[in-house]
């Protein structure tokens, strides 16, 4: 049996914790994390990426909780540390040198770069996946706050192989995943000013999202948040053709 360890993870993602459906209840690999090949009992892969300052651990309880069928869950942690050796994760900076949150203008590209680097790292872990024998049609993300910016970010722009058929052929889902569930966000305020050109090819366009926000977020606007929800789907609408 082939297993992902945690030697096969990019360094900056390793600590994640991956969570197997055994019925009745779910178990999870704690002192040396691994997953097995897709077998028929696990044919769907979760991966969960936290919100900021968040840890892994939280989604592994969300995950247990779930007991979705079919189902390997692996919650990630973030590669970025908090400033002042503040407990938790980020995917991407959040902070000025001073403490002060960095804040949306045209030409600030600091969260953008971060983004960017956390978009490489997922690409090699899911690669990895792949190589593996999981169909990147059966791979979902599921994130929170920056982790959903994160998920949508690398579903919209990943350049993992594609599927294949038994003869090596690629098959009609291409590079599409299964679906990415976005909570509490899907970009960053910098896409909207222009500060990062999207371009969206059409083998990646179709992957399914939901996007989804409270309305009485304090953090994020509920106008804001469908301000960007429309331009996740003007990157789409106006795919390469």
């Known amino acids: 049996m082939h297993a992902l360890q945690q030697s096969a993870v990019p360094e900056a993602l390793r600590g994640f914790q991956t969570i197997l459906p055994e019925p009745p209840s779910l178990s999870m690999c704690k002192d040396s994390p691994k997953m097995a090949m ?20 939280a989604f592994v309880k969300f995950a247990k909780h779930l007991k979705l069928p079919q189902t390997v869950c692996m919650a990630l942690r973030g590669p970025d540390k908090l400033p002042f050796e503040m ?93 990415v569930v976005a909570i509490s966000s899907s970009l960053l305020p910098e896409h909207c000013l222009g500060n990062s050109k999207q371009r969206v090819s059409q083998k990646v366009a179709s992957t399914p999202m939901l996007i989804t926000h409270g309305t009485a977020d304090d953090t994020v606007p509920l106008s804001e948040a469908r301000k960007h929800a429309e331009q996740v789907k003007s990157y789409v609408e106006t795919e390469e053709r």
């Open 87 to 179: 407990e938790g994760r980020l995917w991407f900076p959040l902070f000025e040198p001073s403490g002060n949150l960095i804040q949306a203008r045209v030409g600030e590209r600091r969260r953008l770069n971060g983004l960017l680097r956390t978009r490489r790292l997922l690409q090699k872990l899911v690669q990895q996946l792949c190589n593996l024998g999981w169909p990147l049609h059966r791979i979902f993300l599921l994130g929170f706050s920056q982790g959903a910016i994160a998920a949508v970010d690398f579903a919209l722009h990943h350049s993992v192989d594609e599927d294949k058929d038994t003869e090596g052929k690629p098959t009609a889902t291409g590079r599409r995943l299964g679906g």
């Open 38 to 57: 897709p077998q028929q009992a696990h044919s769907n892969l979760l991966l969960l990426l936290h919100g900021a300052g968040d840890l892994e651990g």
